[in-house]
């Protein structure tokens, strides 16, 4: 059976937006020539000719695709008057890889292919410039002898070194064209030693074991590592195409450069034209941070028109895409040439600005504006950043390539900053520049520090697209991997040493400096706004206190989704009451203590609806075991063993103290033994110690999470909770009072049947009506349960007879549906079942959408059969998680509810959730 398919377009033809098909490079060069913009011409060899040729057992290109390429090369011999393997003219080209997700600088770039001996001559003929030519060469052999014959660069290292001595010189760039001359020679020779054949003549076999090479490097290790980490899959893109463009210089002189552009600020998003450039150089100079560029401003005084083509070309690429472009050009003598496009990768400061810039500047919809921002990458404007009353002095100073600040110990290459990453030290990776090959170190450090390149260079790029800290070329900072060291003037940074390093400013640091977390920009207060426009889901907070609810407020909270009152109980001076309140023999005795934690409730509760006012704040009262506020056995157990001792002690002085009397009873003088204490205060230090001890044995349980706690403790000591409901209401009656609307929402915890809920209700009905009566204020509020336990999720129907809202527990909740402790199953087993894919996620920190998510939408449904209208939410971690979130949305919960730092995040995780419903209807706008 022959194929039929076409496995070859040529820019002028391929599908602009078929990039599964083109490759993302390909597909945007073929978009690029067909609106008129100046790019060399040149063809795209599909993804699926990629796909076949690497399935073919004999490492054969599919049939057909060699002719087809001659084909074409005949086409762009036409269109640019110049022969390829011409001995005048000569046609070179680039053999570029480019797969349907951006995988920057992972795969293999060949340039100035179709250079040999004869090909040489015509190149300096035409050009005028035999250094340019031997440049040229030398740089062919070397990329094409590294990716498609696998010659390590050391080998040409070497020689290049070798040459570069005996001609005294230090900078590439005072080479001249002997020498580069006879690089190219020792290059040739390196190639006919490593791999024991010359170097390929003939353009055409060059061109063929090329894109070869290219679609090998679909499967190369750092490809592949790449894919893994970002989680690529086949769906997103299979294979590689192959780019073959006509080649053009930026290095034949000072009327040529070359410079990558981004149409708009990458870090701050701000509306202007960011890029860097070098005149007289080949693009990869540029990306390899082998020179320091220039800033694009520059250009503007040193080539005014073609800067003005430069503006030109930046805003012809914004109003066709409709977002933010990076670019590849180069200028050859004068004429500007676009490269390469693609959608810009930008921190999250710069995504949101421009989200919002461009909705108001028509090149985008809000809906568009709040989908190309993940909701997880909000947590980069969380990231700390120094704090700006510190008084650290900079050891050194770089390019500010990737905002935030990172602590954390100085290693010298990859490998390493991979193992200790992995042990959970804090590492900076410090190199002289980073590689693709480094990719591993990136990973696992918390930010990068290069000593050369530009803001553009690969360590840039890359740690930008990570969101991770990054100074790059800070170039008073020499590193010596060897030694693993870096000397900065006088001072020394050993591995190990811990630096500071902010990617804001570019500054370095010795030692660790202090951090401050970031806050919202006006940009971001927009976006989220417009992301409650559509969400459906309300997002609401967790919090405790009234500084947590102030801030909860602040990121937008929609109200309190949990407030957890025993955790108002761990300060210092609170403890002691909390203690007398578990002590107490018996009823009286606990209503006294009780009557001390009343007030101090109260107002805790007066504050917390004050500030979230007039939001719902839903209080849960008492969950956790009450052994909890006591000290443990074994604590009190030593503590007793001393008392005794001191009794002893204590006893022993005393009868000293009266032999003595006795002794000197005729004397005149004696000498004096201090009586230590009374011994009755010893005693009844003993005394109560032992009560506390009795108490505690008495309360020790088995297994407590499954014991005596939440609404079982309410139930038999019920004055408890009646103490805890009237601090809510008193505390809303004073609100009330004050003229201020409060929501209280009065929620148990626990529950496993409705006849705790009628106990807890009695409670509140009784509560209510003493408390309007007192203030003389109608009460408004509401009752309801979480759903914890397997039991009351089956009861719901049954549970909302008496809850008018309920609220999921997803940790306790996850810990009942797989019978797993948390603790026990994340130290001991689940890691272990993560990686033999027993489990694919952490059910604990990824919702179990199959099992626990059943129940939930099982409780979900029998609920609202009872009560319709029922509110119901989640107030686990996993309230703040996107995916959960939008599992969440699909079962038509009413909110749900996370720490305050992860409500902007769940509030655009929520629209998310919304918009891609829609989209599955589709409805297109908003
Ligand atoms: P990458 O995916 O690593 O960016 P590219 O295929 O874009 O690889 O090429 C690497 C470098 O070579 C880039 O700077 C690019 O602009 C430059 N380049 C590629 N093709 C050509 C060409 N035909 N003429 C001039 N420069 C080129
Ligand atoms: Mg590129
Ligand atoms: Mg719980």
């Known amino acids: ?59 054969e290109l599919p049939p057909g695709v060699m002719d087809e390429v001659r084909e074409q090369m005949r086409n762009l011999e036409q269109k640019t008057g110049k022969a390829f393997g011409g001995a005048s003219n000569p046609l070179l080209v680039s053999v570029r890889s480019g797969s349907a997700m951006s995988m920057p600088g992972m795969m293999d770039t060949i340039l100035n292919l179709g250079l040999n001996i004869d090909t040489l001559k015509g190149l300096i ?110 769906a997103m893109a299979n294979g590689t195409a192959v780019n073959v463009v006509t080649m053009v210089f930026g290095n034949l002189g000072d009327d040529s450069a070359t410079g990558v552009g981004f149409t708009r600020y990458p870090d701050t998003g701000e509306n202007r034209m960011f890029g860097e450039y070098l005149t007289n150089a080949q693009g990869e100079d540029v990306v390899a941070g082998i020179r320091t560029p220039k800033s694009i401003d520059a250009m ?41 496009t693609r959608n ?60 935030g600040a990172a602590v954390g110990r100085a290693v010298f290459d990859a490998d390493r900053a991979e193992q200790m990453g992995r042990t959970g030290e804090r590492v900076i990776l410090v190199r002289e520049e ?125 109200g309190i989704g949990l407030c957890r009152t025993e955790r108002m109980f761990n300060s210092q001076e609170r403890l002691p009451v909390v203690v007398e309140m578990i002590l107490a023999e018996d009823a009286p005795a606990r209503q006294a203590a009780l009557d001390k934690l009343l007030p101090i409730q109260r107002s805790d509760f007066k504050g917390m609806l004050k500030a979230m006012a007039p939001r719902p704040v839903t209080v849960r009262l008492l969950d956790p075991p009450i052994h909890e506020f006591l000290p443990t056995e074994q604590q009190l157990v030593d503590e007793l063993d001393q008392l005794e001792h001191l009794r002893d002690t204590v006893l022993g002085m005393n009868v000293l103290s009266d032999t003595i009397e006795f002794m000197y009873r005729t004397a005149d003088t004696h000498p004096q033994v201090t009586h230590l204490a009374d011994p009755r205060l010893v005693d009844e230090a003993i005394e109560r110690k032992r009560t506390m001890l009795q108490k505690v044995r008495a309360l020790s349980e088995v297994n407590p999470m499954l014991g005596h706690r939440g609404v079982r403790l309410g139930i038999t000591f019920p004055e408890i909770y009646a103490m805890q409901i009237r601090a809510v209401l008193e505390a809303a009656a004073e609100c009330i009072k004050d003229g201020i609307e409060v929501h209280p929402e009065i929620m148990v915890p626990q529950v496993c049947t409705v006849q705790e809920l009628c106990r807890v209700k009695q409670i509140v009905d009784s509560v209510k009506k003493a408390v309007e009566s007192y203030y003389g204020v109608e009460l408004n509020f509401k009752f309801g349960s979480m759903l914890e336990v397997v039991r009351a999720c089956m ?72 009560r319709p209208d029922m509110k119901v939410g989640i107030c686990g971690e996993h309230g703040g998680h996107p995916a959960s979130i939008r599992f969440c949305h699909s079962i038509g919960l009413t909110y749900v509810s996370c720490s305050g730092p992860r409500v902007p995040i769940a509030r655009l995780a929520a629209a998310h959730a919304a918009l891609d419903e829609t989209k599955r209807a589709g409805i297109q706008s908003m």
């Open 795 to 866: 009861r719901a129907e049954s549970l909302a007879h008496e809850a008018e809202f309920f609220s999921f527990g997803t940790n306790d909740l996850t810990q009942a549906a797989f019978s797993f402790s948390r603790e026990d199953a994340e130290n001991k087993f689940l890691p272990m079942y993560n990686e033999k894919d027993i489990l694919k996620d952490n059910p604990f920190e990824v919702l179990d959408v199959k099992g626990v998510g059943k129940l939930m939408s099982l409780a979900v449904d029998f609920g609202r059969r009872t």
């Open 125 to 234: 003929a035409e050009s005028g410039n035999d250094r340019f030519a031997y440049d040229a060469f030398r740089r062919f052999i070397q990329l094409f002898g590294k990716v498609a014959l696998g010659v390590k660069d050391e080998a040409f290292d070497e020689e290049f070194d070798a040459v570069k001595d005996k001609a005294g010189v230090t900078a590439d760039v005072n080479l001249s064209a002997r020498d580069l001359r006879e690089i190219s020679d020792r290059f040739l020779e390196v190639i006919e030693r490593e791999t024991g054949h010359p170097f390929p003549e003939d353009p055409m076999e060059q061109l063929e074991i090329a894109i070869k090479a290219v679609f090998n490097s679909w499967s190369g290790k750092r490809a592949v590592d790449y894919r893994r980490q970002f989680n690529i899959t086949p």
């Open 300 to 340: 503007h005084d040193e080539m005014p028109d073609l800067y003005r083509e430069l503006q030109e070309l930046r805003s012809r690429l914004e109003t066709h895409y409709k977002e933010v472009q990076d670019f590849e050009f180069t200028i050859e003598k004068g004429r500007l040439y676009c490269l390469q």
């Open 434 to 558: 980073t590689k693709p090959e480094d990719i591993h170190g990136f990973f696992a450090s918390q930010g990068i520090l290069t000593s050369r390149g530009g803001k553009t260079s690969h360590a840039a790029v890359v740690a930008r697209g990570m969101g991770k800290p990054c100074v790059a070329g800070a170039e008073g900072i020499v590193v010596d991997v060897h030694m693993r060291k870096a000397f900065i003037g006088d001072a020394t940074i050993s591995e190990g040493d811990i630096l500071t390093i902010d990617g804001t400013s570019g500054n370095v640091y010795l030692g660790a400096v202090p951090m401050k977390a970031a806050d919202f920009s006006g940009e971001l207060e927009t976006l989220l706004a417009w992301a409650d426009e559509v969400a459906r889901l309300k997002v609401m907070a967790n919090a405790d206190t009234p500084d947590d609810a102030a801030r909860a407020v602040k990121f937008g909270a929609q």
């Open 1 to 59: 059976m022959t194929d039929t398919r076409k496995f070859i377009y040529a820019f002028e033809d391929g599908d602009g937006k078929n990039k599964m098909l083109l490759g993302g490079k390909g597909a945007n060069l073929c978009e690029m020539t067909q609106i008129g913009l100046n790019v060399p011409p040149g063809f795209v060899i599909t993804t699926e000719a990629c796909l076949t040729y690497l399935a073919d057992p004999n490492d």
């Open 344 to 403: 810009g990768k930008m921190n999250t400061t710069a995504l949101v600005r421009t989200s919002v810039e461009m909705v108001r500047e028509g090149l985008m919809d809000k809906r568009q504006a709040l989908l190309r921002i993940h909701p997880d990458m909000l947590e980069q404007l969380l990231f700390p950043r120094l704090d700006p009353g510190a008084k650290a002095k900079p050891l050194a100073k770089g390019l500010p390539a990737s905002p």
